[in-house]
């Protein structure tokens, strides 16, 4: 009888060193960016490249390493930046496209719709952009109602060839297909944007961003309540 209690015992204390081993392993993946690649590692600094060994190391000291990601146009992760200086528990900070300011030329940002056209912001010179951003499509946080009351804006204008409006969500096609049910909507549907998101400092959503004529940043609103899009043309 004892040996069996005993043998339960010894089954037991290993069963919750493993599990508190587990959990840690699972920690420590958590530190790091899923789409993370060391590949495309560099030094801020001296812009080495940064092999896989030194990047072990790097993170063996310290799991929440301070790097910075680096977009192109397309909204991808074209480079990722370790700083040593920056002594922040930073995990994976969006970095190297600094935030527009009002009156600023808007970056030349190339995005591909639900349909598979590519978008090319420098291409819509001549028009007022309307840049719409959100998280979801198919549940209570897209606020559809919001687009339909800026289509209807967009209609009462009568110079909608002089507007290009643009949602970029940060949801999959098959989310936006499944929400997005608005009928002769002005807006094209950008899927998978949350690189754009990153890129672009969105922090709050809906956003709405609103670039003039000449592709300069003119305003950025929170709420649609806001939006005056006649006003919005006729100062554009």
Known sequence: MKKQFFLILVLFVS???????QIAVTRTVKTI??????????HKKTSKKISKKEFEKLVKKNPNLPIERIFDNKGNIVKYLYDPENSDSI??????????????????????????????IKDLRGKMVILRFELEADTFRFKKHEIKELDEGINQTQRASEIESIIIFNATRQQIKKGFDLVDSNFKLIPNGGDFQNLLHI???PSTIILDKEG?????ISMSSDI?????LNRS
């Open 228 to 232: 005056n899009i006649l006003a919005l």
């Open 216 to 220: 300069k940043l003119m305003e950025e």
């Open 33 to 42: 960016d899923t789409v993370f690649s060391v590949d495309k590692l560099y």
């Open 203 to 205: 922090k709050s959503f």
């Open 15 to 21: 069963s919750q060193m493993f599990a508190q081993k």
């Open 91 to 120: 995990r994976m900070e969006t970095s190297g496209n600094e935030k527009i300011e009002i009156g600023g030329f808007y970056p030349e940002l190339i995005l591909k719709t639900l349909d598979g056209d590519s978008i090319r």
